[in-house]
Protein backbone atom coordinates (compact mmCIF):
# COMPACT_ATOMS: atom_id res chain seq x y z
CA UNK A 1 0.00 0.00 0.00
CA UNK A 2 1.41 3.00 -1.01
CA UNK A 3 1.71 5.92 1.70
CA UNK A 4 -0.05 9.05 1.49
CA UNK A 5 2.08 10.92 3.99
CA UNK A 6 4.03 14.39 3.46
CA UNK A 7 7.98 14.07 3.35
CA UNK A 8 7.45 16.07 7.32
CA UNK A 9 5.44 12.89 8.27
CA UNK A 10 8.02 10.60 6.93
CA UNK A 11 10.48 12.34 8.05
CA UNK A 12 9.29 12.34 11.28
CA UNK A 13 8.37 9.02 12.02
CA UNK A 14 11.44 7.96 10.21
CA UNK A 15 13.75 9.81 12.34
CA UNK A 16 12.52 8.56 15.63
CA UNK A 17 12.15 5.01 14.38
CA UNK A 18 16.09 5.61 13.65
CA UNK A 19 16.71 6.74 17.27
CA UNK A 20 14.62 3.78 18.41
CA UNK A 21 17.55 1.74 17.07
CA UNK A 22 20.30 3.48 17.82
CA UNK A 23 18.80 3.10 21.92
CA UNK A 24 18.77 -0.44 21.11
CA UNK A 25 22.03 -0.54 19.61
CA UNK A 26 23.24 1.52 22.65
CA UNK A 27 21.39 -0.67 25.12
CA UNK A 28 23.36 -4.23 22.93
CA UNK A 29 27.40 -2.46 23.67
CA UNK A 30 26.67 -0.91 26.77
CA UNK A 31 25.79 -4.28 27.93
CA UNK A 32 28.81 -6.01 25.89
CA UNK A 33 31.37 -3.26 27.11
CA UNK A 34 31.58 -1.78 23.82
CA UNK A 35 32.69 2.07 23.69
CA UNK A 36 30.52 2.43 20.58
CA UNK A 37 27.25 2.42 22.61
CA UNK A 38 28.20 6.20 23.50
CA UNK A 39 27.70 7.15 19.76
CA UNK A 40 24.41 5.41 19.12
CA UNK A 41 23.52 7.32 22.55
CA UNK A 42 24.28 11.01 20.48
CA UNK A 43 22.96 9.18 17.20
CA UNK A 44 19.54 8.41 19.09
CA UNK A 45 19.30 12.60 20.69
CA UNK A 46 20.22 13.98 17.30
CA UNK A 47 17.64 11.90 15.47
CA UNK A 48 14.79 12.93 17.91
CA UNK A 49 16.13 16.66 18.07
CA UNK A 50 15.93 16.30 14.12
CA UNK A 51 12.31 14.78 14.26
CA UNK A 52 11.12 17.42 16.84
CA UNK A 53 12.98 20.81 14.48
CA UNK A 54 11.30 18.77 11.46
CA UNK A 55 7.65 19.62 13.31
CA UNK A 56 8.89 23.07 14.02
CA UNK A 57 9.66 23.46 10.34
CA UNK A 58 13.38 24.25 11.17
CA UNK A 59 16.27 22.66 9.20
CA UNK A 60 19.78 21.97 11.29
CA UNK A 61 22.35 22.81 8.89
CA UNK A 62 24.48 19.89 8.11
CA UNK A 63 27.41 21.27 10.11
CA UNK A 64 25.68 21.28 13.50
CA UNK A 65 23.51 17.80 12.56
CA UNK A 66 26.31 16.17 15.87
CA UNK A 67 25.80 19.57 17.94
CA UNK A 68 23.26 18.62 20.05
CA UNK A 69 23.40 21.81 21.73
CA UNK A 70 22.90 24.07 18.74
CA UNK A 71 19.85 21.62 17.46
CA UNK A 72 18.58 22.46 21.01
CA UNK A 73 18.60 26.15 20.80
CA UNK A 74 16.81 25.68 17.86
CA UNK A 75 13.56 24.58 19.97
CA UNK A 76 11.41 26.91 21.22
CA UNK A 77 11.33 27.59 24.90
CA UNK A 78 7.43 26.33 24.62
CA UNK A 79 8.72 22.76 23.21
CA UNK A 80 8.37 20.89 26.58
CA UNK A 81 11.43 18.21 25.18
CA UNK A 82 13.91 21.22 25.42
CA UNK A 83 13.87 21.07 29.25
CA UNK A 84 14.29 17.62 28.76
CA UNK A 85 16.91 17.63 26.16
CA UNK A 86 19.07 20.08 27.71
CA UNK A 87 21.17 18.04 30.10
CA UNK A 88 21.83 15.28 27.27
CA UNK A 89 23.99 17.47 25.58
CA UNK A 90 26.95 16.27 27.01
CA UNK A 91 26.13 13.31 24.27
CA UNK A 92 27.65 16.26 21.49
CA UNK A 93 31.23 14.76 22.78
CA UNK A 94 30.35 11.26 21.45
CA UNK A 95 29.39 11.91 17.98
CA UNK A 96 33.42 11.49 17.32
CA UNK A 97 35.29 10.38 20.33
CA UNK A 98 35.76 6.91 19.38
CA UNK A 99 36.17 7.15 15.37
CA UNK A 100 40.05 7.82 16.01
CA UNK A 101 42.86 6.88 18.22
CA UNK A 102 43.89 10.09 20.05
CA UNK A 103 47.72 11.78 19.69
CA UNK A 104 49.76 9.13 21.24
CA UNK A 105 47.08 6.60 19.85
CA UNK A 106 45.00 6.41 23.07
CA UNK A 107 41.85 5.80 23.31
CA UNK A 108 39.50 7.88 26.07
CA UNK A 109 37.96 5.79 28.43
CA UNK A 110 34.21 4.57 28.05
CA UNK A 111 31.43 6.38 30.17
CA UNK A 112 30.61 3.87 32.65
CA UNK A 113 27.98 1.43 32.16
CA UNK A 114 25.84 3.27 35.10
CA UNK A 115 25.80 6.78 33.15
CA UNK A 116 25.24 5.35 29.73
CA UNK A 117 21.98 3.54 31.10
CA UNK A 118 20.66 6.45 33.15
CA UNK A 119 21.33 8.80 29.36
CA UNK A 120 19.10 5.67 27.69
CA UNK A 121 16.14 5.75 29.98
CA UNK A 122 16.45 9.61 29.68
CA UNK A 123 16.62 9.46 25.80
CA UNK A 124 13.89 6.37 25.94
CA UNK A 125 11.58 8.72 27.96
CA UNK A 126 11.57 11.49 25.59
CA UNK A 127 11.06 9.34 22.38
CA UNK A 128 8.19 6.89 23.82
CA UNK A 129 6.38 10.67 24.57
CA UNK A 130 7.71 11.98 20.80
CA UNK A 131 6.32 8.75 19.77
CA UNK A 132 2.87 8.88 21.58
CA UNK A 133 2.90 13.01 20.80
CA UNK A 134 3.19 12.30 17.24
CA UNK A 135 1.28 9.11 17.05
CA UNK A 136 3.77 6.95 15.46
CA UNK A 137 4.45 3.06 15.86
CA UNK A 138 7.99 3.03 15.77
CA UNK A 139 7.33 -0.91 15.23
CA UNK A 140 5.57 -0.25 11.89
CA UNK A 141 6.54 0.30 8.52
CA UNK A 142 9.09 3.02 6.87
CA UNK A 143 6.22 4.01 4.43
CA UNK A 144 4.05 4.99 7.50
CA UNK A 145 4.29 8.57 8.46
CA UNK A 146 3.42 10.20 11.72
CA UNK A 147 -0.12 10.90 12.32
CA UNK A 148 0.69 14.68 13.07
CA UNK A 149 3.35 16.47 13.00
CA UNK A 150 2.17 19.78 14.85
CA UNK A 151 4.54 20.45 17.43
CA UNK A 152 4.48 19.82 21.17
CA UNK A 153 3.86 22.34 23.24
CA UNK A 154 3.52 22.58 27.10
Not at 34 to 57: D, I, M, P, S, V
Request: hydrophobic letters at 40%.
Amino acid sequence: MASSSRPADLHIANALRLAKEDLDAAKLLTAAGNRFGAYHLQQCGEKLLLALLTAEGQHAERKDSHRLDVLLDKLPSDNPFRQRFAPLTILTMFATTYRYPKDGGRLPPMPDEARMLEWADALGGILNDAALHFGVDLAASDRLGAARTDPPRL
